[in-house]
């Protein structure tokens, strides 16, 4: 197993946690936790001797270490836009099986598509704030938004698209992880270029922020790096209706040999559209989707995409919140599979209209 992706950590100076503090004075954690937050029933003479060991230690509280006046935090609420999508459903999947082997138990709180947009609003889906922590699955702007929203402070971890530079592109201390989109569309493009196609056109996606999304931009790479045309890019939806609606006009050109999609689902479109239109895929129209849902290999033909680890992204996101919360304990965060491009049925060699034999 390799890194596809990165994870960006909030750098910070304190190399103390609240466990070292309640190990080095002799003193349980939670009294620790009672002394930092003003809790009543600690002995004065232990009250003097915590502050007395954090002064020496230069120990700053931080809001997690407040979070833990009643034990520590062993609940976490997903913030997501959409169960149905793919990429969310495996996600939670991942987030759901590492936080119960830590014992953690999992909320879910599902983002309306103009939801999101004040703190207020982001905070009461939370609960208590005191005793929570979250994960922000962003793959769309609502997600993007509700991470924003969070404090600084809050202990929070990001499943993201993957920001320009292998930093926070927004500058925000939050820790986020995210799977290399952009490297994985231009690999799939290549590949259709490869196989003799003049240019790829693209169906994309909606964006989690007002730019192009990584995918898109990987596509950009690859024509440009050829010295291809660069189509204009056709904007879908997330659903197979989405992508039939979209291929419908693409389709009336009879030059288009190749389509990249943002997804699955929209590919599952594609494919139809091609069929009603008389275009045989792969003899006269190559098809590849994108995330490799488990319904793309029984597709007939069968999908030709690019397969995402998104239980892997799901469980090191878990895991690197784990270590945010308990720095001393959790296991590190661990790595996710490299995208990997999957070659099926829907995609074949270029092939002239000329040489094309009849239907």
């Not at 404090?151 to 799977?179: H, M, N, Q």
């Not at 479109?269 to 091609?274: N, Q, S, T, W, Y």
């Not at 996710?336 to 094309?356: H, K, N, T």
Request: charged fraction near 25%.
């Amino acid at each position: 197993m390799t890194e596809s992706g990165n994870i960006a950590a909030p750098a910070t100076s304190q190399s103390f946690s609240i466990w070292d503090v309640a190990r080095i004075a002799g003193v349980s954690h939670q009294t620790v936790s009672r002394v930092i937050n003003g809790k009543p029933n600690v002995r004065e003479s232990t009250r003097a001797h915590v502050l007395r060991t954090i002064d020496e230690l230069g120990f700053t509280p931080s809001r997690t270490a407040q979070a833990l006046a009643g034990g520590p935090v062993r609940s976490v609420t997903v913030l997501t836009v959409d169960t149905a999508l793919y990429g969310c459903a495996a996600a939670l999947r991942g987030i759901e099986e590492a936080a119960r082997a830590a014992g953690f138990t999992v909320a879910i709180s599902v983002l309306e598509p103009e939801s999101a947009r004040s703190r207020q609003d982001v905070m009461e889906r939370l609960g208590d704030p005191g005793r929570a922590a979250a994960i922000v699955i962003a793959f769309e702007a609502a997600g993007v938004r509700a991470l924003a929203a969070l404090p600084a402070d809050y202990p929070v971890v990001g499943l993201v698209e993957r920001p320009d530079d292998a930093a926070d592109a927004d500058g925000t201390s939050l820790s986020k992880v995210w799977i290399d989109d952009r490297g994985a569309a231009a690999h799939a493009t290549r590949y259709l270029l490869g196989l003799g196609h003049k240019t790829v056109h693209y169906l994309a996606i909606p964006s989690s922020t007002t730019h192009q999304t990584q995918r898109a931009r990987g596509w950009r790479d690859a024509l440009h790096e050829a010295d291809r045309t660069v189509p204009e890019q056709l904007d879908a939806g997330w659903t197979p209706r989405s992508g039939y609606l979209a291929a419908r006009r693409l389709l009336a050109d009879r030059t288009a040999t190749a389509i990249l999609c943002g997804n699955d689902d929209v590919a599952l479109g594609v494919l139809r559209a091609a069929r009603e239109a008389g275009r045989r895929v792969p003899e006269e129209l190559s098809v590849v989707g994108f995330d490799d849902a488990p319904q793309s290999a029984y597709l007939s033909p069968a999908l030709t995409t690019v397969r995402l680890d998104f239980e892997g992204l799901g469980r090191a996101g878990f895991r690197l919140l784990h270590r945010l919360l308990d720095p001393q304990n959790a296991p590190e965060p661990g790595l996710w599979d490299d995208p990997e491009l999957i070659v099926r049925e829907s995609s074949g060699p270029y092939r002239s209209a000329r040489s094309r034999s009849p239907r």
